[in-house]
Structures are given as C-alpha cells and as structure tokens.
C-alpha cells in the first residue's frame, strides 16, 4: 500500500493550504487514518486523525480550531484543511494509514503505513 500526500506549498501566515492523501491500493482493515507533521530538526508529531468506524476525528492542541480533517473511507482519501497557518505550522506533513483505533494513533502508536511527506511552509 502507497500512501501519496499533496498539497503543500508556500503561502503567507494567515493563509489557507489543503493537504489530500490517497492510498494507491485497498487497505485491507484500515480503520484510521492521520497526519503527522516534522519540522526540521525537530521530532515527528501528531496532527490529526479519523476513524471510519465509529466516525471521530481528533486534533493536537496545537492545530485544533484552525485545521479540519475529513475523509472518504470508500477511497481510503483523507485532507487536512489548514487555515489561519502560522510560520510553526512550517513542516513536512505525512499521511498515515492503520488498523489501530484513533485513540492509538493519536499517541503517536499503532502505524502500519507511512506515506510520502509533502512539505508546508508559512512565511511570516
């Protein structure tokens, strides 16, 4: 399974960027899928995540409020709609898929795939 992130870009604080993620295959048992952000020299963290089934999503506190998740599990397609970006907001944004619940994935655990990064820079 190949997991292709896109979106990224430059663009202003203030501004508005949306990242898609698609899964080039069925993921058999997929149940949540997220976004993980590194910043350079910094650790990978957590953004964001949905679950298919029950239907949840869930933020890091640093996003909440300005960044939405949504997704299509048909197309096993998630986005990341980003809004009012900070230059903290600068990194690059992964995707990832996993058979674990949301609450799993949240704490950073339980990945089974790993997409392609696509990077975001905010530009003060």
């Known amino acids: 399974v190949q997991l292709q992130a896109s979106g990224g870009g430059l663009v202003q604080a203030g501004g508005s960027l949306r990242l898609s993620c698609a899964a080039s295959?069925?993921?058999?048992?997929?149940?949540?899928m997220a976004w993980f952000r590194q910043a350079s020299g910094e650790d990978r963290e957590f953004v964001s995540a949905?679950?298919?089934?029950?239907?949840?999503?869930t933020y890091s506190d640093s996003v909440k409020g300005r960044f939405t998740t949504s997704g299509d599990s048909a197309k096993n397609t998630i986005y990341l709609q980003m809004n009012s970006l900070k230059p903290e907001d600068t990194a690059t944004y992964y995707c990832?898929?996993?058979?674990?619940?949301?609450?799993?994935?949240?704490?950073?655990?339980?990945?089974?795939?790993w997409g392609s990064g696509t990077l975001v820079t905010v530009s003060s």
């Open positions: 990832i898929a996993s058979r674990s619940p949301l609450s799993v994935v949240a704490k950073g655990a339980g990945v089974n795939y």
């Open positions: 295959a069925r993921t058999y048992r997929i149940s949540t």
């Open positions: 949905i679950s298919w089934r029950p239907s949840l999503t």
